[in-house]
């Protein structure tokens, strides 16, 4: 259950990044109102899979899918280069989540 946690806690982490693009674009207690539900559900989730995972790789997890995440949101909804390079590294980072889960 605490992966589970762990991929909630990391979508919750892509949304509130999304947000923060909102509200650079409007800024209003809306746009407030969803990040801080993104990054409070962000945290609340990874605390539940911290009571079962080790901090570093709940940690490093977390931060992994958050980074990658946000740069696939960029690039699938914002525009974002789609450059072969940044594909290649949004797979390390991924490749290095799935490692840790393997020896976690």
Do not use: C
């Amino acid at each position: 259950m605490a992966w589970i946690y762990l991929l909630v806690a990391g979508g919750f982490e892509v949304f509130g990044v999304s947000m923060i693009h909102s509200l650079n674009k409007a800024r209003n207690w809306r746009s407030i109102g969803m990040i801080s539900l993104g990054f409070g559900g962000s945290f609340l989730f990874l605390t539940l899979a911290m009571q079962t995972l080790p901090m570093s790789t709940a940690y490093a997890l977390w931060t992994g899918i958050g980074a990658s995440g946000g740069a696939v949101l960029g690039m699938l909804r914002y525009g974002e280069a789609r450059d072969l390079r940044r594909i290649l590294y949004i797979v390390m980072i991924l490749g290095a989540a799935v490692g840790l889960k393997l020896v976690a």
